[in-house]
Every structure is written in C-alpha cells, then in structure tokens.
C-alpha cells in the first residue's frame, strides 16, 4: 500500500487496527524513494536493513499496547545533523562523510519508544549553513514544484522528501528559519519550537543558542503529534527546559480563533517583499479574522537589525562549534598531511565547504581583539532589543502573522551567485531564533508560477498549543496544504 499520500495519522490509525503493518509502511517508503530520488535528492542516505529492524522494534510496542503515540508506527525522516547510532550522519560535509555515531540523540530515542519509525538521513546544506540546499557535499536538493528551483535550507531535504511524498513526516532543525523557510518554499508545514523545549543532545551544533530540533509535515496536526512526543526536559541538554506538558488532543480539536488577538508587524511589509507573497499573508489575516481573530498592524522597528545580528552571532558560534573537527579525533583527515599542522590545515581546507568557510572567517574575525567590543558585544545588545520588541508585542497580541521569506522559491544557482540577497532573505525567520520563540509555517498561497507561499504564525515562549492550534484551524479553512506538485 502507498501510505504518502495519506495523512501521518491515517497511517498510524491503520497500523494500530492491523491493516496496515510497520513493514509494510517502510517498504511503501523505500518504494517512493526508489522511483523519485535520482530525480529530487532528498536523501543522503537510506539504509532499508536498518529501517526495517527499526519497524520490527516498533511493531513489538505496538502489538503489546506500549505505544502511546498517535503517531505510532509512522516512518520519519531524519536530517543530517541529527545523531542515529550506527549510521552515518554527516551534515552535509565531507568533514564527516564517514562518521558513524556510538549513540542516537534524544529526540531519536523520543520517537523510537513512541514507536515511530526512524527511516533514513536527508539532505542537507552543509553543517547547516546555507538557505537553499545547494552547498551539500552529496548535492543539490531539488524543489519537488519545480526542479529548476531550490527547495530552501538548511533542512531542505526534509521539507522536499515530505513534499515528494518520499516521507510521511522528517525531523529538521531551524537556527534562522531551516525549517520554516523550506516549508515556505515546498508548500508543507513545520515547527520551529521555544528554545529549550526539545532536547539538543545529538544534534551536531551550528550555533548552539539558537538551534532547535523540529518537525516537518504535510499538516499543523501531524507537526503537533510530533511535537507532543519530542518535548519535554532532557537532563542530558543542558539548556532544556521544562515546561507544562503539551497536549496533542488541545490542539487537534482546535475550529476557532474567537477571542484571540493577531498583530502583524508592519515592518515586515516595506521594500523588498514580493507583492504576491504580501497579498497571500494579508488574505491569510482576513481568513484567520473570518475564524474570530481580532487583527491589527503594529510597528515593530527592530527588524532591520534582524540580519546583522543574527549573523554575527551565528557566525561567532559556529567557528567555535566547529574547532572540533580537526582531521584527528575522527571525520576526514587529509592523506596529504604529514606533521601536525598539516593535519589541521588540509584537513579543514579539504574538509569544509566554501560557505562553511566563509561563516568560520566571519565568526573569528568578529570575535578577535579589537573586533569583539565592536561587533559581537554590540550584536548580543541588540538582541536584547529585539527580545524586548516581542515582549512588548506579545503584552497585547497571543499570536504574530508574518511572511517566512520575501520571495517564493529562488532558481538554483541564484543564492549562491548572491549570498548578500540569500542572508537578507532569511529577514522574517531569523528574529524568532533570537528571541528564542516558538513559530508554525504553513502554506497560504501560490504565486503566478505556482510556487508554493507561506506564512508564519508567531507565539510566546511555550505557547506551542497557541501556534499549532491556530495552524489546525486555518488549515481546516484553507486547502492550500492539500495541494501537491504535479507528478508526485
């Protein structure tokens, strides 16, 4: 049977009432992976053994009643960057084509004792760094709309594989919008969580303050059913928090939005937004008053010091993080390397990427003597601003509505010929990493070409169930996440 083209929670519902076995579920996968992947590349790696063994243990739960999921029983993709013992997990990069982890990350082992099916590692841009999935040591990601466009990054793969329906749901991770804009530009749904409320542990760090673990689906539904069993504290994290537990059936059963008030940043419609893309998110607003929202425009002048800030501390964080991958303790070491600094040197010259590279010299340079009062001290001062600026919002609104991206999907090869254009464009995702916010994107148009928009709908810290129940009514209103590319 083809499960992708039903929904996560159909599948589980079968599995659970023996129509449907967790074999089968995977196989229906490896089929889709089979006939589409030469074409989209969603994946890095697809090891059908290993999924396989992973459905049986899956099967075992299920059939003794210990799996409480909703999701029981679903296959999920994984990125790149998210640890799975035993199987390569490279992010991308040649730095660490053949590193195998001797464990799995938290939110690996969340999914496997809900009886979730770990199925396979996808693409990625390397080590995170990019917004289009094009700077990949395994190549390109196509968008499933279009094969001549990018799918968005970094978590690309994820968000292509669900729109190919070569997966029924993936696991991505979002340091400024890696989950939300390639669901903007795929035409899918995704979570990018509060900082803290899913465990890090396994994830390989881009920027540790801002990274965070989330999924991606065809539905606000299926990414609260996901999220209801990756959150939680994690002792292992040492930045996870606790918050109250999240309830999957709140969420689910969510029609209207009476009584809640949406503010719309104004600053999120000057120059540079494409006139279709801002149409599509103020007929989103008009759906959500029409579901008994109160809506309203608001100032919100922080934004244009979104992109500066974000990359100098990104960056800054990222040339730390990455210090440990030397070509010694394990991941690429360079052949040509014949005393110790060599085997630093080539390693990471033969190792890292080009945009990787550029993000490492970035973070040094901000970071050095004479630099670091000038740029980084001023970049962490205006994150406090930018906080501040949501705190205040969020005194009188219980939700934010903006745009994910300016544009819809861009042509392959037109970010990396503009990398200035491509940073600017991560402008509307980028404050929710900083501030450390939880944010739903979800599908609410399509431009003359018939790509996908999306927009994003903004909460207070923990107030996941605001997003996702918000999301669940729109999308009950709307059927723009129910359309598919042609072909798929």
């Not at 997966?167 to 991505?172: D, M, R, W």
């Not at 990396?416 to 990493?433: C, F, K, Q, R």
């Not at 501030?435 to 709908?457: H, N, R, V, Y």
Request: charged share 20%.
């Amino acid at each position: 049977m083809d499960i992708c083209n039903i929904s996560a929670l159909e599948t589980a519902r079968m599995i659970k009432n023996r129509e449907l076995s967790c074999e089968e579920a995977v196989n229906s996968i490896a089929r889709e992976i089979e006939k589409k992947d030469g074409v989209y590349n969603c994946y890095t790696s697809f090891d059908k053994e290993a999924a396989l063994k992973n459905a049986a243990e899956a099967q075992k739960l299920i059939d003794s009643g210990s799996a409480a999921s909703p999701l029981a029983g679903v296959p999920v993709a994984i990125k790149d960057n998210i640890c799975t013992k035993g199987q390569i997990t490279s992010c991308g990069s040649k730095m660490l084509h053949n590193f195998k982890p001797p464990y799995d990350a938290t939110v690996v082992k969340k999914l496997a004792a809900a009886g979730m099916v770990a199925c396979g590692k996808v693409n990625m841009d390397e080590f995170a760094m990019g917004s289009t999935t094009e700077t990949s040591y395994y190549g390109a990601t196509k968008n499933p709309w279009d094969t001549q466009k990018v799918p968005g990054g970094s978590s690309g793969g994820a968000a292509a594989a669900v729109a190919a329906r070569e997966s029924v749901i993936a696991l991505g991770s979002d340091t400024g919008g890696s989950i939300r804009q390639p669901c903007s530009f795929c035409g899918v749904t995704g979570l990018k969580p509060t900082y803290g409320s899913v465990s890090r542990y396994g994830l390989i760090a881009y920027a540790s303050s801002l990274d965070q673990i989330g999924p991606i689906a065809k539905t606000a539904q299926e990414c609260a059913a996901v999220f209801s069993v990756i959150s939680g504290r994690d002792e292992k994290d040492g930045t996870s928090a606790d918050p109250a537990p999240f309830s999957f059936d709140e969420v689910a059963s969510c029609e209207s939005l009476k009584g809640k008030r949406v503010g719309i940043p104004s600053d999120y419609f000057g120059k540079g937004i494409n006139e279709e893309v801002a149409s599509a998110v103020m007929q989103a607003a008009q759906t959500l008053k029409a579901l008994g929202a109160e809506v309203e425009e608001f100032p919100m002048p922080m934004v244009k010091y979104a992109i500066p800030t974000y990359y100098i501390i990104a960056c800054a964080e990222a040339c730390s993080n990455l210090s440990r991958f030397d070509g010694i303790k394990y991941g690429y070491k360079s052949p040509d390397a014949h005393n110790l600094r060599e085997v630093y040197f080539k390693s990471r010259s033969e190792g890292f990427g080009i945009e990787v590279k550029k993000r490492i010299m970035l973070g040094n340079f901000v970071l050095s003597s004479g630099y670091f009062d000038a740029y980084y001290n001023k970049a962490l001062k205006a994150k406090g601003l930018i906080v501040r600026d949501f705190e205040e919002a969020f005194k009188k609104y219980d939700l934010l509505l903006g745009p994910v991206a300016p544009t819809t999907a861009l042509r392959m090869g037109e970010g990396l010929s503009d990398p200035l254009a491509m940073y600017l464009g991560d402008i509307y995702t980028v404050m929710i990493n900083i501030a450390g916010l939880p944010a739903l994107a979800l599908p609410c148009g399509f431009d003359k070409g018939g790509m996908p928009i999306g927009m994003q709908l903004i909460a207070k810290p923990f107030e996941e169930r605001t997003a996702l129940s918000a999301g669940c009514a729109y999308q009950r209103a709307t059927d723009f996440h129910l359309k598919k590319p042609a072909g798929v």
